[in-house]
């Protein structure tokens, strides 16, 4: 999972240059909703937690501008002052941690921000980030009972033992490569306490990550970059779908890292993998694509690079995991996020979208509550997600998808706000907790199952 602030690190002609003419559009909705009942739209009907949110900041020091990364944001009702970005700013030691992708960005000081006539800025803030907690909620979307039976079975087949010895694999891989060029970076830019970069390695996780997509029957196809300091291959492989091939369902994770990476985010790539495993020689009804990103970690380089070659694609739901293995139950354990009211104990996971992505929230929530998981913790931003303190929250691949207009759930045991190895040579196999891993992979898959239609007879 990426931290800190990304421009330090992001290459100046690389994806911040690509970035440029990234343009967010609306989001893609099935034409056909697979496996759900009719009647209301999921997430059309509001709860009681939810509270209505002002859809555009009032302009002030924030207009200065998304030209410094080139992004935009979708254009504001007729009449409504637009939502601007700040330039950007060098990384500065022992600032919160809280990465800034794309269109991503960071409020000036509280001197100098603008205080909203007749309220108090901090409960006009709390008023437009709308936070909302779907385990609070009172309204579920309806789903077909077989289609969730079906989702059930299909998790049931997730092996805990497969899943530690894949985390294993791909933490021998880091363990024995050769970390990128520390001459690549500028020490002056960069926190290297958050970002250690002298110790970034990828491709023996991307030799095994292949062999074993290979393994399981796929052909494993790249998706390449050429770039002087930063290249990138992000490795795809898919079961195409029998009956609406052209709706897509990705399933996600970097497998890039700092140290041995078990948490970050050797966790996530194993659940993908044991994941593609299960779905392996099997007939979906949508298109199932399984993604390993480059290059998270120096600022989503890989899955930037991804959607921009994608701009038209119909991806019906998407899972983005970064760090899931992770779990503390002591009380105080778990930090806090901006905006997130979470327990104090670090047992939960954290499952976050943004409001055209709520209705695939709503529907994972419902299939772990029928699968009788309780540690779901769901937060829904508005509008796009890159609302003005939502930093810590677009800090992995799920970012790119959103400011693309496309849905994505990032699911995540929140990384450096649980786990004191994050980004360190401690961050070991032996931390992690091997069922709170295996829940979140079953739960997964069964949202795989579930968006997917399959698996068919």
């Known amino acids: 999972m990426a931290s800190g602030r990304r421009s330090a690190l992001a290459p100046r002609g690389a994806w911040l240059t690509a970035a440029r003419g990234l343009r967010p559009r609306p989001a893609l909705h099935a034409p056909r909703r697979l496996a759900t009942r009719r009647g209301p739209r999921a997430g059309s009907e509001r709860c009681p937690c939810c509270h209505p949110a002002p859809r555009w900041l009032p302009r002030g020091p924030l207009a200065a501008a998304d030209r410094a990364v080139g992004a935009r944001l979708p254009r504001p009702p007729r ?16 600032t919160p941690v809280g990465h800034q992708p794309l269109g991503a960005r960071r409020l000036p000081s509280s001197a100098a921000r ?64 050769t970390p990128l060029d520390c001459a690549l970076f500028d020490p002056s830019e960069i926190d290297t306490e958050r970002r250690p970069v002298c110790h970034l390695t990828r491709d023996k996780a991307r030799q095994w990550v292949r062999e074993r997509f290979e393994s399981l029957g796929y052909t494993v196809t790249t998706h390449d970059t050429e770039d002087a300091r930063f290249p990138t291959t992000n490795l795809i492989a898919e079961l195409r779908g029998t009956e609406h091939p052209e709706e897509v369902v990705v399933i996600g994770a970097h497998y890039d890292a700092y140290y041995s990476g078990a948490d970050d985010n050797s966790s996530g790539v194993a659940a993908m993998m044991e994941m593609a495993r299960l779905a392996a020689g099997k007939r979906f009804a949508r298109t199932v694509r399984f993604v390993g990103f480059d290059l ?14 994608h701009p038209e694609e119909r991806i019906i739901a998407s899972i983005v995991f970064d760090c899931i293995g992770y779990k503390d139950p002591r009380p105080g354990a778990q930090q806090s996020l901006p905006g997130f009211p979470v327990p104090s104990t670090g047992d939960f996971l954290a499952a976050i979208s943004n409001e055209p992505s709520r209705p695939r929230l709503e529907e994972l929530y419902t299939l772990a509550t029928r699968m009788g998981y309780g540690f779901v913790q769901g937060v829904v931003l508005p ?57 979140v992979t079953r739960l997964s898959a069964a949202g795989l199952s579930f968006w997917a239609g399959g698996p068919l007879p």
Not at 296 to 309: C, M, P
């Open 383 to 439: 509008n796009e997600g890159s609302g003005p303190a939502s930093g810590n929250l677009m800090r992995s691949d799920h970012a790119p998808f959103w400011l693309m207009g496309q849905s994505a759930l990032f699911l995540t045991d929140t990384a450096n706000f649980r786990n004191p190895h994050y980004h360190r040579a401690t961050d070991v196999p032996s931390t992690l907790d091997p069922d709170f891993l295996t829940d």
């Open 114 to 177: 603008p205080r909203p006539p007749g309220g108090v800025a901090v409960r006009a803030l709390s008023a437009a980030l709308l936070f909302l907690a779907v385990s609070s909620c009172s309204s579920r979307p309806s789903v077909d009972e077989s289609a969730a039976a079906r989702a059930g079975d299909f998790a049931a087949g997730v092996e805990k033992s497969r899943l530690l010895s894949d985390v294993d694999a791909l933490v021998e891989a880091h363990l024995t490569d």
């Open 79 to 94: 009449g409504a002052p637009a939502l601007r970005l700040p330039p950007l700013h060098r990384e500065r030691a022992r």
């Open 296 to 309: 998270e970690e120096l600022g989503l380089v890989g899955s930037t690079r991804y959607v921009q070659t």
